[in-house]
């Protein structure tokens, strides 16, 4: 199975995901902020991430860039439910580098479905 990145400054959100990443047989690891999960990114070089555009300290957007950066091939699914504007962010997301996008909230079904299909991409 994978090593995926939990990025979401949800501690709620990162629990739900991480249960259901695990139950699917992946390995987890989480970062509640961009900048953290920028640095496990590196250390790690984990097969999928799995990013909330919107976070304090360091926006999501700014972390897919910075991630491309240091490897362009990286898998990254973002996630929004909109943030404090409600807007709808992940259309043409996959332009600045997003694999897929997944709009909160969603179900473990759709959740996992997405990230069978990005790590399929990667070849793992």
Known sequence: MALVLVIDDEPGMRRTMHRFLKDAGHTVLEAPSGSIGLRLFEEAAPDLVILDL???EKEGIQTMREMREIRPDAKIIAISG?????LNLLDGLEQLGATDTLAKPF???AFLSS???AIESAGK
């Open 54 to 56: 919107f976070m304090p």
């Open 82 to 86: 909109g943030g404090r504007y409600g």
């Open 107 to 109: 179900g473990k079904d």
């Open 115 to 117: 990230v069978e299909r």
